[in-house]
């Protein structure tokens, strides 16, 4: 049998590479040792418990995970990957430090690191630990956390590390153009999200955030085509996303081509109705437009869907100045500056979404 089948994640078997006569002997031995439980994942037909629990966490199924957890802890020892879950789990429901600590024993390893773990650590599947695929879990999440609690010096070396360890992964690739990008690395970004599309041509958010990329180094018709693509594959799984409309909507808007941007700013307001930046945004190309009515009412629904956005504020200042209705003006050019006093002047962390292609 191949060791590499027992533990792997993904569905796909990665084979284990032997080296040696006498390693082939210390693993045999090793394997014996395991318990028979840790056999069933390899046996076809048997349901993987552990599987089971990382699918539930994906789909956003927590509380179900949580039920499972306790239950595999107990029948495992807390091996490696029951801990790997639990900080999924926790990183799932932003509690990115605790995620952190879960994996504190784990990321030594996984980054080759020499060392024993800790003696909290019971280790049931070691071979877990020398599978490729399983380290690549490891760092991916680390980097995931890191990269939340704005610790971009620590996620960039777990980062790279797994790139290096699955260089063909394009959800690896995803996160580095991600983290590249959140530091201004706007070439460097460009070239990752080239690469996630290279190797997932379907997935929706690589060809839009390989567009916002080509947006700042102002390869604008580039960006379009991407934006372009996202948008086609949106509609084509009928994924109901209306954020790569938004993205190419105020590029365009950006550049004063209102009457192309009004299409996508309507559709992206359509599909999320509680955003407070489409409104805006779509107000400001009506009003550019010469369409002072409807502006005013979409400026209005903006303010409406955040109470402390500055911005509407201001454009239905300038509306309501043009048509002389000069106390209407001022009441909204002193709320404008009112917010604008209260916003933060460091530029807004990634959200989890953004990282979850």
Same mark, same amino acid.
């Given at each position: 049998?191949?060791?590499?089948?027992?533990?792997?994640?993904?569905? %796909?078997?990665? @084979?284990?590479?032997? /080296?040696?006569?006498?390693? &082939?002997?210390?693993?045999?031995? =090793?394997?014996?040792? $395991?318990?028979?439980?840790?056999?069933?994942?390899?046996?076809?037909?048997?349901?993987?418990?552990?599987?089971?629990?990382?699918?539930?966490?994906?789909?956003?199924?927590?509380?179900?995970?949580?039920?499972?957890?306790?239950?595999?802890?107990?029948?495992?020892?807390?091996?490696?990957?029951?801990?790997?879950?639990?900080?999924?789990?926790?990183?799932?429901?932003?509690?990115?430090?605790?995620?952190?600590?879960?994996?504190?024993?784990?990321?030594?390893?996984?980054?080759?690191?020499?060392?024993?773990?800790?003696?909290?650590?019971?280790?049931?599947?070691?071979?877990a630990l020398l599978d490729a695929g399983f380290r690549t879990k490891i760092l991916l999440l680390a980097g995931q956390n890191y990269v939340l609690?704005?610790?971009?010096? %620590?996620?960039? @070396?777990?980062?790279? /590390?797994?790139?290096?360890? &699955?260089?063909?992964?394009?959800? =690896?690739?995803?996160? $580095?153009?991600?983290?590249?990008?959140?530091?201004?690395?706007?070439?460097?970004?460009?070239?990752?999200?080239?690469?996630?599309?290279?190797?997932?041509?379907?997935?929706?958010?690589?060809?839009?955030?390989?567009?916002?990329?080509?947006?700042?180094?102002?390869?604008?018709?580039?960006?379009?085509?991407?934006?372009?693509?996202?948008?086609?594959?949106?509609?084509?799984?009928?994924?109901?996303?209306?954020?790569?409309?938004?993205?190419?909507?105020?590029?365009?808007?950006?550049?004063?081509?209102?009457?192309?941007?009004?299409?996508?700013?309507?559709?992206?307001?359509?599909?999320?109705p509680d955003s407070a930046e489409t409104f805006f945004l779509l107000g400001k190309t009506l009003s550019a437009l010469g369409r002072p009515s409807e502006a005013e009412k979409t400026?209005?629904?903006?303010?409406?869907?955040?109470?402390?956005?500055?911005?509407?504020?201001?454009?239905?200042?300038?509306?309501?100045?043009?048509?002389?209705?000069?106390?209407?003006?001022?009441?909204?050019?002193?709320?404008?500056?009112?917010?604008?006093?209260?916003?933060?002047?460091?530029?807004?962390?990634?959200?989890?979404?953004?990282?979850?292609?």
């Amino acid at each position: 049998m191949n060791l590499g089948h027992l533990y792997a994640l993904k569905g %796909k078997p990665r @084979p284990f590479a032997i /080296t040696s006569r006498r390693r &082939a002997r210390c693993l045999c031995a =090793l394997c014996l040792s $395991l318990p028979i439980s840790c056999w069933a994942w390899a046996r076809p037909g048997t349901e993987n418990p552990d599987r089971r629990i990382e699918v539930l966490i994906d789909h956003g199924r927590l509380a179900e995970a949580k039920e499972l957890l306790p239950g595999r802890v107990a029948a495992s020892r807390e091996y490696p990957v029951v801990r790997y879950l639990h900080a999924k789990l926790l990183f799932k429901e932003r509690k990115f430090n605790e995620s952190l600590e879960t994996l504190s024993s784990l990321l030594p390893l996984a980054l080759g690191q020499q060392g024993l773990p800790p003696g909290d650590l019971q280790i049931s599947d070691p071979v877990a630990l020398l599978d490729a695929g399983f380290r690549t879990k490891i760092l991916l999440l680390a980097g995931q956390n890191y990269v939340l609690l704005d610790r971009l010096d %620590k996620a960039e @070396p777990v980062l790279l /590390t797994a790139a290096q360890l &699955a260089p063909e992964d394009h959800l =690896l690739q995803f996160h $580095l153009g991600m983290l590249y990008f959140s530091t201004s690395r706007f070439a460097a970004a460009e070239a990752a999200f080239t690469q996630v599309v290279r190797l997932n041509p379907g997935l929706m958010k690589g060809h839009e955030f390989l567009g916002l990329s080509q947006e700042e180094l102002d390869k604008v018709e580039l960006a379009i085509r991407s934006y372009r693509t996202a948008i086609e594959l949106s509609v084509g799984r009928n994924l109901g996303d209306g954020a790569p409309y938004l993205r190419l909507g105020r590029m365009l808007s950006a550049r004063n081509r209102h009457v192309e941007s009004l299409p996508l700013l309507e559709e992206a307001a359509r599909l999320m109705p509680d955003s407070a930046e489409t409104f805006f945004l779509l107000g400001k190309t009506l009003s550019a437009l010469g369409r002072p009515s409807e502006a005013e009412k979409t400026l209005l629904r903006s303010a409406a869907c955040d109470n402390n956005y500055a911005d509407p504020h201001y454009l239905l200042s300038r509306i309501y100045l043009a048509q002389r209705r000069s106390a209407e003006a001022q009441q909204q050019i002193q709320i404008f500056e009112q917010l604008k006093a209260k916003e933060p002047k460091n530029i807004a962390k990634p959200k989890p979404s953004d990282w979850e292609p």
